[in-house]
C-alpha cells in the first residue's frame, strides 16, 4: 500500500513539472566596471537556473520552452550622511534586465525588470573602503531580479 502511495505520488509530482531551457544570457551594459563582462553574464545564467529549479522548474535543453536574458544596465548608488564622528552609509546595488520566453522558437512574451539590495552601515569612525562591490549585495541583488523575471513570464 505505501509503494501505491509513493509512485502516485511521483507521477503526480513528475506530471506537474514544467520543463523550461535557459537559453542565452548576454552582457549589454554600456557603462560601468562589468561592461561587457562575459563572467558577469555567465554568473547571472547560473543563478537564473537556480531560481528556476527552487520554483519548481526542471531545466531540459531540448524544452520548447526558452529563456533568454539580456543585462542592461548594473549599478551601486552610494548615499553617506556624516555628523561629526558618525558616519551613515547606503550602497543601492541595481539590475535591471529583460527577458524573452520563447515557444517552439517564437517570441511569447517579453518582461523588463529591476533588481535591488541595499547594504547600510553606520560607524563612528571614517573608514574608507574604496568603492569595492560587495559580492552578498550583487547576489541578492541578481536572485531578486530573477524571480521576479521568472514571474513576470508567467511560465
Do not use: H
Not at 59 to 86: G, H, M, R, W
Not at 116 to 128: G, V
Request: charged content about 25%; aromatic content about 8%.
Amino acid at each position: 500500500m505505501k509503494w501505491i502511495l509513493f509512485l502516485s505520488c511521483l507521477v503526480g509530482f513528475l506530471a506537474n513539472s514544467q520543463e523550461v531551457n535557459i537559453g542565452k544570457v548576454e552582457n549589454k551594459i554600456v557603462l560601468g566596471d562589468l561592461a561587457g563582462n562575459r563572467n558577469f553574464a555567465f554568473g547571472v545564467k547560473n543563478v537564473l537556473e537556480e531560481v528556476a529549479q527552487d520554483m519548481g522548474y526542471d531545466l531540459n535543453p531540448n524544452s520548447p520552452l526558452e529563456i533568454t536574458v539580456d543585462l542592461l544596465f548594473f549599478d551601486v548608488k552610494k548615499t553617506s550622511i556624516q555628523a561629526a564622528v558618525y558616519n551613515k552609509t547606503t550602497d543601492t546595488y541595481s539590475i535591471i534586465a529583460r527577458a524573452t520566453l520563447y515557444k517552439d522558437g517564437k517570441k511569447k512574451k517579453i518582461a523588463t525588470s529591476k533588481g535591488e539590495a541595499k547594504s547600510i552601515s553606520t560607524a563612528t569612525l571614517i573608514i574608507d573602503e574604496g568603492g569595492k562591490f560587495s559580492q552578498a549585495n550583487v547576489s541578492t541583488a541578481i536572485k531578486k531580479l530573477c524571480e521576479d523575471l521568472i514571474v513576470k513570464l508567467k511560465l
